[in-house]
Structures are given as C-alpha cells and as structure tokens.
C-alpha cells in the first residue's frame, strides 16, 4: 500500500479562512517556539517569565525527553541541593570552565602553529597582531588555573561531606580520573608558548617519566611522551595533540560518565539528610521538588553570568598570561619550578625521607635499594592515585555525618596540609642551594623572570634614573636626582654586606650607554674566599679576593621601571 | 528591600553590563596595546640582541661596533655604509636582511667594502641552518640591536690628528717606555688614534698557544734567532727591528706561511696596523715586546 498522508496537508491559504489570519500567526509562532524550546509552547514560556507555578500535567519537563542537550539534566532537584551549601556548584563551575577553555582554545588554535620554529612567534603575533588576542589568551589561561582549582575544590567538598559513599563510588572515581585528566590538560597546555618558563617547567615535569621502573621502561616512556631523549619538535607536536585532542576528548567522555551517574543516582544531598547507600534520585518528595525549569536552569544560567563576567574582568584588568624569552634549549634557568599544581611532586622528589633522615643524622639508604627519583616520582604518586581511586570502596564507615567521620575528616585535613607543605618544599625557597654571589645576582637580576625574586629589583628602577657612572658599595655616592636607582644600591649594600658566604664582600655597579635608549648595567661581586673561617692565601700572602660578574642590558621602551 | 528573585536578575544585569562594557573598553584600546607591545617586544628583542652581541661578536666587532683592526670592521656605521654602496650598485634586498644573511650565513668571501683592510678570519656562519651556534630567534634578536644603531644614527667618526707611522720603516723612533707598552697591550691606555691596540686579539702571550697568530711569547730571543735565519728576506738587523717590521710591513717575512699566510705572501696580519700608531706608540709596544725574552 502506498504511503500518504491521512488527510491533504492544510495549506495556509486553508486556515486563514478557515481561522482568521491572527490566530495563524499565533498558531505557526507558538509552534517555532515549541520546536525551538524543545516542548514547551508559547503561553508557557509567558508563565515562566511571569514566575507563574505550572500546570498539571507540567509541560515544561517536556525539554528533558524532547531536547538533546536536556535530555540528561534531572527533570527536577532536591530543594536541599539547590542552595550553595553543599555542592557550591564546583562540579558545574568545572564543566563551565571546560566549555570556555574549548571556546578560547579554538581561537588561540586559529594563530598557532606547533613547531619550535614559529611556535613562540605564533604567540608574539597573538599578543601584538590578533585583536583580542592578549584577552583571549589571558583568559584561556586564567580559565585553565581556575578548572584546576575548581575540580581541585569540588573533589574536596566531595570527600568532606562523604558524597563519594555507596551507591556513588564510582563517581568519584570518574572524577579522580577526571581531575588526573584535568592536570594534563592544563599541563600540556603548559609546553605550547614555547618559552623559557614553559620549557623548562615541563623540562621538570617529564623528567619524572624517565624514573619509571624498570629503566628500560622509564626510557620507552621517556620516548613516547616527548619524542626524542629531549623535548623537541617531537615532544612539542605530541603535547599539542594531547592539548586540543586527545585530553579533550578523553575528559569530554569520562565527563559523560561521571555526570550520568551524578543525575543516575542523584545529587547527594548534605550528609545530615542522606543515608549511606540512599539512592535519592527517585525518592525526592513531591514538595521538595524544584523543577529544572525554569529555576535551577535559571541558576545556572546566572552563574555563568558570573564566571564570564570574573574571566573576562579578571583578564581584562588584573591578570596576564606570562610570556618569557624563547626556549632556549642550552641554558637552564636558575630557579625552574613545575606547575604550582605539581609543586608537590617537586617537593616529593626533593626528599623528604631522605631530608629527614639526613636531620636525624641516620645513614642514607644505598641508591641501589631506595632510587629517589623512581619511589618518590613515580612509585608513590602512582599509590596515591591507586588509593584515591579506590578509595570509596575501602570506606565501610556507614555514616555521612561529620560527627561519625572524625578519623576521616582528620586524615583528610592532614592530607591538605601535607600537600600544602609539599607545594611549599617544592618552591625554589625551600632546600635549593647555590653560591651566594649567584643568588645575589639572581634576586637583582635575573636573566628570565624567577619564581622567588619575579623581573629582579633592578628592573624596577625606571630608566631616566639609569644614570651612567661606576658606584662602589663601599663608599656609595648615588647621584641625587635618581631615588630609585640610590635606593636598589643601598638594598645590594646591605644584601652583600649581611650575607655571612660572602666575606668583606662588596660590588662594583657600572652602568654604561651603549646605544641610545640602551643601557648596559653590570654587578660585579667581590668578597674574600675563606676555608673554614679563614681568609685563603695565595703565594704572596695576600688574601684571594674571589669575583662574580653579570650584565644585563635595559631597553627604554622594555617595559620595566614600571609599577 | 527586593526578593531573590529581583535581586538575581538586577546582579545578573549588572555584572553582564559589566562584561560588555569591559569587552567594549579591550576592543577601543585594542590597536594601541597591540603597538604598545609591539615596541615593547622590539624593546626587549634589542636588549637580548645586547647580551648576544657582548658574547659573540664584540671580540671582532668591537664592543661600542666600532670595529677590531685586523679581526672584524666596523658596524657602526659601517654595515649601513656597507649598504648604502650595495644598494647603488642595484643589491635589491632590504637592509634587515642583509644584515640577517651576513650573520646568518657569514662572509664566505671578501666585499669590496674596506677593501684595504685586511681580516684574520673570514665572518663564520653563525646560523644553526647553517652550521652555526644561534636560533633564528636569537639571530632576529641581534639584527634588531644592530639596527637600533641607525636609529640612533651612525656616530661621527672622530678626526685623529696626529701622525701615524704608517709603513714607513725609516723613520726614527723615540726612546720606548715598555711599562706604557705593556699598558698598550693591555687595552689599558689608547693608541694616538683613539683606538685600543688589538695585538692580544691574535696573539697569546702563553708560550705555544695560538689564537690567529703565533704566541709571542720569547718573542726578543725568536727575533734575535729569525734574522740569522737563511730564508729571512727582511731588512731587519737588529731584533727591534724585526718587530718593528713586523708590525708595520708583516708581508716582509712570514715564518710558517702555511699556518700564518692569508694567501700567498700575505700574511693574516694586518699590513695597516701602523696606521693606528704614533711613533711613540709604536717604540713603547717594541719595548714591551722586547722584554719578553
């Protein structure tokens, strides 16, 4: 038999005689607005802008059968979730920040070419050719250190009001690998401006790879992550896939995962109202229920509003993705740190066993038994996620509340602070030893920005008070019209003269025009060399006077002497 | 004062206004941050540029560019007059990139420019696409410092008044003082030009060790032995003279003409050093010289 329509299709000339044209324009309107709506007609759309509540049988849970996009939302909330106590929103602030860092990072994609040849050129093009490219970078990066904290923060709240207990522990192990994917991303995304800060800082991050056990395996590893013994061009292209494919498309399924079984079995609610292994989902009382739409949907929407307008002020005013010289393969800067967010792993493979041992002064392990690099790189992070992973299903504490969680709530605190003094030992300021004249000249100018002393003290002398002349911090006489420069010589004066490494220690400061608009400004340490206390002699009898020299050059229009 | 619900749609409101007006105020101050950090980039670029030129190419070049005799001419102003000449004889390649090929790829041959002058070396290959040391990064880096130059205007070329000695080997000498020689050496005090000596740029004082030229040290007792020598042609009779006319004619003899002969009979040193000297520069550098036995 031959399909066809049960009836001829109405033409419009048919029901505007048969209607009158205003209900037809009515008519075809509410039907656009249904379809685009995904289910919920045109009157209904007034109602929920008028805050009317909506009629039975309610056609605004239409959206989550009809609609794509909705069709994995829950049609509606627990009232207990639905204040910011005790989600804070993180998990929808995180899913937030992983759309604009794809928005932004597509536009970024547009201007950058992945070789080390015209990778860091691709970014100066971005900063000084691509309009809104300064603001679009800014807030890629702004968005990437806020998801890490904001995951960070939501595995946090997760664990300390027990939402990860039966029946939602594989949730929470979703989202560990969820947070582990996070870290790379952000990580990967470390290496593309081809910098000296990134270079170097994802130098450190890989080396780890190399500690796999066993050696062999450390080396295959080692290989695949950057392409070559060394990060190169290689290494630059694999992290630049990593970045904007396969990261993104591994996180974008687990996140699927995750977030169909946070709606499977139901936002947890806070611990004093949910039994272990309640499954609320399907248990919400009708009073209690807040429907999707329009009022979680519009809190949503608000809080986008909010994280949009902090991004974008927040890079527009306050905050600039740092860009530093060109990778420079050969000279390592002096103060390298990862990520703040792997500070822990570098604080991890300063030692703390080792530390510790040394101050109790008990005997080293042999190397051949206790590798550092291995336990303290690999091995024990490697426990630390097997443990957070599976750490729900070892939790037989049957209750949620605080009152019955001590044991875990202490470990968790201790936990924090464990990380928080790792991240400390892991920055430059802690156990990291060079000569004193090097530290000198590194806290007042640093060849790459550092960590610990940023652009130096004497860049922030503006460059008029540059005046050209030799000043000798034994008998400093700073020209009177140059407070700034009077006052950096008098900070290396007493930097030199209070450091107990450099004996009788002064500087010779020279500042020479070269070209102009360019200057030329040299420390030069000397200090005696001492042996226990005692001055050095050389064959003469006279003291050995010991010297340490650097020179950078200051540019007018470089930018620094700036507040 | 108004309900959540008020309140949500006036902060909601507020803090969009917020982000258009901010997106606003990026897109009117978009061209000049772009050229702000276009010369600030510029800026930094001279300084890294600074740093290279001190570590590579001030031993040939001269710190300030004013050039080494015998190692390296002049830059400043030297490439721009350089390019002036070329561009008159129809070289169409801009400026930028002249300067960028000669470091990037070198001086494989000599140019007419300063074509009396004479250089130890030819200008090395410094590119890594070519074989050398730098990055193109670092490459672009210097060219800016060099150009920052012209910006600045080539530095008027001091007159010298004084009277060299030249080639001249007739000519008497006063009585030399070799403490002042050895500050000569030493690029402690100037020639009568204005320029340092550069004798240590090509020669070691540690015996054996040669930089272009021979070590020169012994350098009294080896005169004293060359003209004895049954294949010296020079005229000298006395060891000062033989440093004598080796300074100011070097062409006249050349010990091991494989090691020390830029082509035949020419010798790497350069033949117008005299030109830089007084007579008396000249003498104290002989005295110097001739205390090291």
Redesign the interface.
């Given at each position: 038999m031959a399909l066809r329509w049960p009836e001829p299709i109405p033409t419009l000339q048919k029901e505007i005689q048969q209607y009158g044209w205003r209900r037809v324009i009515f008519m075809h309107l509410d039907e656009l607005v249904t379809r685009v709506t995904a289910g919920i007609p045109l009157t209904e759309v007034r109602n929920i802008i008028r805050g009317e509540p909506p009629p039975r049988p309610n056609p605004r849970v239409k959206p989550h059968t009809e609609s794509f996009i909705l069709h994995i939302k829950p049609s509606f909330y627990h009232e207990a979730v639905t204040r910011l106590y005790p989600t804070f929103r993180l998990g929808l602030l995180s899913f937030y920040l992983f759309l604009i860092e794809t928005i932004t990072g597509i536009f970024l994609m547009i201007f950058y070419t992945p070789s080390p040849l015209v990778a860091y050129e691709s970014m100066l093009r971005i900063l000084n050719n691509v309009p809104f490219g300064q603001l679009m970078r800014d807030i890629h990066r702004l968005g990437a250190e806020a998801m890490v904290v904001a995951v960070m923060l939501h595995m946090l709240r997760t664990f300390f009001t027990a939402s990860y207990k039966r029946p939602r522990q594989f949730t929470w192990a979703t989202g560990v690998l969820l947070l582990v994917f996070t870290l790379f991303l952000s990580f990967s995304g470390y290496l593309l401006p081809w910098d000296q800060l990134s270079y170097w800082a994802v130098t450190i991050g890989t080396s780890m790879a190399e500690a796999t056990p066993p050696p062999a395996l450390g080396r295959i590893v080692n290989l695949i992550l950057r392409g070559a013994p060394d990060i190169g061009a290689a290494g630059l292209l694999r992290f630049y896939l990593l970045h904007v494919i396969f990261l993104p498309l591994l996180l974008f399924f687990v996140f699927f995962v995750h977030y169909y079984k946070v709606v499977r079995h139901g936002l947890s609610l806070p611990p004093e109202m949910e039994a272990v292994g309640d499954d609320t989902a399907r248990k919400v009382p009708p009073e209690k229920r807040v429907p999707y739409i329009p009022d979680i949907a519009i809190q949503e929407a608000l809080w986008g509003i909010a994280l949009i307008a902090f991004l974008v002020i927040g890079a527009a005013f306050f905050f600039d993705a740092p860009l530093e010289q060109h990778a420079d393969p050969l000279n390592t800067p002096l103060h390298t740190t990862a990520p703040w967010y792997f500070l822990w792993l570098q604080g991890l493979l300063k030692d703390p066993f080792l530390l510790a041992l040394d101050r109790l002064g008990l005997p080293q392990p042999p190397a051949t038994i206790y590798n550092s690099k291995t336990f303290m790189g690999v091995i024990l992070p490697g426990l630390i996620l097997l443990f957070l992973l599976i750490m729900p299903y070892l939790d037989f504490n049957i209750s949620r509340r605080y009152r019955d969680r001590r044991k875990a709530l202490v470990a968790g605190l201790v936990g924090v602070a464990a990380w928080t003094l790792l991240t400390y030992m892991g920055t430059p300021a802690f156990a990291v030893t060079s000569s004193a004249d090097v530290e000198v000249l590194q806290e007042f100018m640093p060849l790459n920005p550092d960590p610990l002393y940023g652009e130096g003290r004497v860049r922030t002398i503006p460059y008029e008070q540059l005046i050209p002349g030799t000043y000798d911090t034994r008998d400093l006489q700073p020209p009177a019209d140059a407070p700034k420069l009077a006052h950096v010589l008098e900070e290396l004066k007493h930097r030199i003269e209070g450091d107990p490494h450099l004996p009788q220690g002064y500087a010779l400061v020279r500042i020479q025009e070269i070209q102009p608009g360019l200057k030329r400004f040299e420390i030069a340490i000397y200090w005696t060399k001492t042996k226990n206390g005692q001055p050095v002699l050389d064959p003469e009898g006279k003291p050995i006077i010991e010297e340490s020299k650097r020179a950078i050059y200051l540019h007018r229009d470089s930018g620094h002497g700036g507040e | 004062m108004f309900d959540l619900?008020t309140r949500?749609i006036i902060?909601?409101t507020v803090?969009?206004l917020?982000?258009v007006i901010?997106?606003g105020?990026?897109?009117l101050t978009?061209e000049q941050?772009?050229?702000r950090?276009?010369?600030?980039?510029?800026?930094?670029a001279?300084?890294?540029g600074?740093?290279l030129y001190?570590q590579y190419c001030a031993t040939c070049h001269g710190p300030?560019g004013e050039g080494v005799p015998g190692k390296g001419p002049d830059l400043n102003p030297g490439v721009f007059q350089h390019y002036e000449q070329l561009k008159a004889q129809g070289y169409a390649n801009s400026l930028r990139n002249f300067i960028k090929l000669s470091i990037a790829a070198g001086r494989p041959i000599r140019s007419t420019y300063r074509a009396e002058e004479v250089y130890a070396e030819a200008m090395p290959t410094w590119s890594q696409d070519f074989g050398g040391p730098m990055?193109?990064?670092?490459i672009e880096n210097l060219v800016e410092?060099i150009l920052?130059?012209q910006?600045?205007g080539p530095a008027p070329a001091p007159t010298p008044s004084f009277e060299a000695v030249g080639s001249d080997l007739t000519k008497s000498l006063p009585p030399g003082d070799p403490q002042r020689g050895q500050a000569l050496w030493n690029q402690e005090v100037k020639q009568a030009s204005g320029m340092a000596a550069s004798c240590k740029a090509c020669h070691s004082l540690k015996p054996g060790e040669v930089l272009v030229g021979p070590s020169l040290a012994g350098i009294a007792t080896l005169a004293a032995e060359r003209i004895q020598a049954p294949d010296y042609k020079g005229q000298a009779k006395t060891p000062e003279e033989y440093i004598r006319e080796s300074i100011q004619q070097p062409n006249a003899y050349i010990p091991e003409p494989d090691k020390y002969a830029a082509a035949p009979g020419v010798s790497k040193m350069p033949a117008n050093l005299g030109n830089q000297m007084s007579a008396q520069d000249l003498a104290d550098l002989i005295a110097f010289l001739m205390t090291l036995k």
């Amino acid at each position: 038999m031959a399909l066809r329509w049960p009836e001829p299709i109405p033409t419009l000339q048919k029901e505007i005689q048969q209607y009158g044209w205003r209900r037809v324009i009515f008519m075809h309107l509410d039907e656009l607005v249904t379809r685009v709506t995904a289910g919920i007609p045109l009157t209904e759309v007034r109602n929920i802008i008028r805050g009317e509540p909506p009629p039975r049988p309610n056609p605004r849970v239409k959206p989550h059968t009809e609609s794509f996009i909705l069709h994995i939302k829950p049609s509606f909330y627990h009232e207990a979730v639905t204040r910011l106590y005790p989600t804070f929103r993180l998990g929808l602030l995180s899913f937030y920040l992983f759309l604009i860092e794809t928005i932004t990072g597509i536009f970024l994609m547009i201007f950058y070419t992945p070789s080390p040849l015209v990778a860091y050129e691709s970014m100066l093009r971005i900063l000084n050719n691509v309009p809104f490219g300064q603001l679009m970078r800014d807030i890629h990066r702004l968005g990437a250190e806020a998801m890490v904290v904001a995951v960070m923060l939501h595995m946090l709240r997760t664990f300390f009001t027990a939402s990860y207990k039966r029946p939602r522990q594989f949730t929470w192990a979703t989202g560990v690998l969820l947070l582990v994917f996070t870290l790379f991303l952000s990580f990967s995304g470390y290496l593309l401006p081809w910098d000296q800060l990134s270079y170097w800082a994802v130098t450190i991050g890989t080396s780890m790879a190399e500690a796999t056990p066993p050696p062999a395996l450390g080396r295959i590893v080692n290989l695949i992550l950057r392409g070559a013994p060394d990060i190169g061009a290689a290494g630059l292209l694999r992290f630049y896939l990593l970045h904007v494919i396969f990261l993104p498309l591994l996180l974008f399924f687990v996140f699927f995962v995750h977030y169909y079984k946070v709606v499977r079995h139901g936002l947890s609610l806070p611990p004093e109202m949910e039994a272990v292994g309640d499954d609320t989902a399907r248990k919400v009382p009708p009073e209690k229920r807040v429907p999707y739409i329009p009022d979680i949907a519009i809190q949503e929407a608000l809080w986008g509003i909010a994280l949009i307008a902090f991004l974008v002020i927040g890079a527009a005013f306050f905050f600039d993705a740092p860009l530093e010289q060109h990778a420079d393969p050969l000279n390592t800067p002096l103060h390298t740190t990862a990520p703040w967010y792997f500070l822990w792993l570098q604080g991890l493979l300063k030692d703390p066993f080792l530390l510790a041992l040394d101050r109790l002064g008990l005997p080293q392990p042999p190397a051949t038994i206790y590798n550092s690099k291995t336990f303290m790189g690999v091995i024990l992070p490697g426990l630390i996620l097997l443990f957070l992973l599976i750490m729900p299903y070892l939790d037989f504490n049957i209750s949620r509340r605080y009152r019955d969680r001590r044991k875990a709530l202490v470990a968790g605190l201790v936990g924090v602070a464990a990380w928080t003094l790792l991240t400390y030992m892991g920055t430059p300021a802690f156990a990291v030893t060079s000569s004193a004249d090097v530290e000198v000249l590194q806290e007042f100018m640093p060849l790459n920005p550092d960590p610990l002393y940023g652009e130096g003290r004497v860049r922030t002398i503006p460059y008029e008070q540059l005046i050209p002349g030799t000043y000798d911090t034994r008998d400093l006489q700073p020209p009177a019209d140059a407070p700034k420069l009077a006052h950096v010589l008098e900070e290396l004066k007493h930097r030199i003269e209070g450091d107990p490494h450099l004996p009788q220690g002064y500087a010779l400061v020279r500042i020479q025009e070269i070209q102009p608009g360019l200057k030329r400004f040299e420390i030069a340490i000397y200090w005696t060399k001492t042996k226990n206390g005692q001055p050095v002699l050389d064959p003469e009898g006279k003291p050995i006077i010991e010297e340490s020299k650097r020179a950078i050059y200051l540019h007018r229009d470089s930018g620094h002497g700036g507040e | 004062m108004f309900d959540l619900a008020t309140r949500r749609i006036i902060g909601a409101t507020v803090l969009m206004l917020a982000t258009v007006i901010t997106i606003g105020m990026v897109w009117l101050t978009e061209e000049q941050r772009m050229a702000r950090f276009e010369a600030m980039h510029k800026a930094k670029a001279i300084e890294n540029g600074a740093l290279l030129y001190e570590q590579y190419c001030a031993t040939c070049h001269g710190p300030e560019g004013e050039g080494v005799p015998g190692k390296g001419p002049d830059l400043n102003p030297g490439v721009f007059q350089h390019y002036e000449q070329l561009k008159a004889q129809g070289y169409a390649n801009s400026l930028r990139n002249f300067i960028k090929l000669s470091i990037a790829a070198g001086r494989p041959i000599r140019s007419t420019y300063r074509a009396e002058e004479v250089y130890a070396e030819a200008m090395p290959t410094w590119s890594q696409d070519f074989g050398g040391p730098m990055r193109p990064d670092e490459i672009e880096n210097l060219v800016e410092f060099i150009l920052n130059w012209q910006a600045a205007g080539p530095a008027p070329a001091p007159t010298p008044s004084f009277e060299a000695v030249g080639s001249d080997l007739t000519k008497s000498l006063p009585p030399g003082d070799p403490q002042r020689g050895q500050a000569l050496w030493n690029q402690e005090v100037k020639q009568a030009s204005g320029m340092a000596a550069s004798c240590k740029a090509c020669h070691s004082l540690k015996p054996g060790e040669v930089l272009v030229g021979p070590s020169l040290a012994g350098i009294a007792t080896l005169a004293a032995e060359r003209i004895q020598a049954p294949d010296y042609k020079g005229q000298a009779k006395t060891p000062e003279e033989y440093i004598r006319e080796s300074i100011q004619q070097p062409n006249a003899y050349i010990p091991e003409p494989d090691k020390y002969a830029a082509a035949p009979g020419v010798s790497k040193m350069p033949a117008n050093l005299g030109n830089q000297m007084s007579a008396q520069d000249l003498a104290d550098l002989i005295a110097f010289l001739m205390t090291l036995k």
